[in-house]
């Protein structure tokens, strides 16, 4: 399984990978296209998103399955070490992608994701997210646009963001996302292994998100090795603050080189 590529012409910036989250596509960062002053920047289509194909097998939608199509689409670029970024459910990719693979990575950034952090699932939980996929599996897309993390319930988002990304969101493959909600996402915490992170990593917190604002402080009483930026906005801040999400990551960048 391979994942589609968008990347900047090789000039000679180092390179940064961006990943979006769940039912989003790799235009999830056109408001982010300063970034590309500074960087190569290389944006991806999850599998079963945008022009991506759909997982094989369950073990392709588990997290240990994404992480190895990024690392693909390092090999495929040719690129030593690269500089990451991750959008909720893709924070969860490539935190654990660093987890992984830290020899290959220069730095990395990631925004509010939930899933990535949070602790073990209640029974109710697990339930629910079953339910979800029953509903998927049935009715298909129209159980997709119900799902509360769909773009078009994203009343902060530019109108023409909000639209393209929702046409990219009805467009997702069915059967996949059925398979990732199953495989990958019971799978995706890495909360407990933050501590094992070595290399130099800025979380972008969306204040307005107030569900993640405790592990937004957890994280930085537990882990003052994170470095953390808030910013004016909520769950996808860097659409809601593009400016102050591209400066953050810029100015943190910097520091590092």
Not at 204 to 215: A, C, I, R, S
Request: some cysteine; proline content about 7%.
């Amino acid at each position: 399984m391979k994942l589609h590529i968008e990347a900047d012409p090789d000039q000679g910036r180092p390179p940064l990978l961006l990943v979006h989250g769940m039912l989003s596509s790799r235009n999830h960062w056109l408001p982010n296209r300063s970034l590309s002053e500074r960087f190569r920047v290389i944006r991806v289509d999850l599998p079963a998103h945008g022009l991506s194909s759909a997982p094989r097998d369950g073990a392709a939608a588990t997290p240990e399955g994404l992480v190895d199509t990024i690392e693909a689409v390092r090999r495929q670029l040719q690129l030593s070490k690269w500089y990451i970024c991750g959008q909720s459910f893709g924070a969860a990719v490539t935190l654990r992608y660093a987890l992984t693979f830290p020899d290959r990575v220069l730095a990395q950034v990631f925004t509010n994701a939930n899933g990535a952090l949070r602790e073990a699932w209640e029974p109710s939980h697990q339930r629910r997210n079953q339910m979800q996929i029953s509903d998927i599996r049935r009715e298909g897309h129209a159980a997709i646009r119900r799902l509360p993390y769909h773009p078009r319930h994203a009343r902060r988002f530019p109108p023409e963001i909000r639209e393209l990304l929702s046409r990219d969101a009805d467009a997702t493959d069915i059967d996949g996302i059925a398979l990732l909600l199953a495989e990958a996402t019971p799978r995706l915490p890495v909360r407990e292994r933050l501590g094992e992170l070595r290399v130099p990593t800025l979380l972008v917190n969306g204040l307005w998100e107030k569900q993640f604002q405790p592990t937004r402080r957890w994280i930085s009483a537990a882990h003052p090795h994170i470095e953390i930026r808030d910013l004016k906005g909520g769950h996808s801040i860097n659409i809601e603050c593009p400016e102050g999400f591209d400066a953050a990551v810029m100015q943190f960048i910097s520091a590092q080189r």
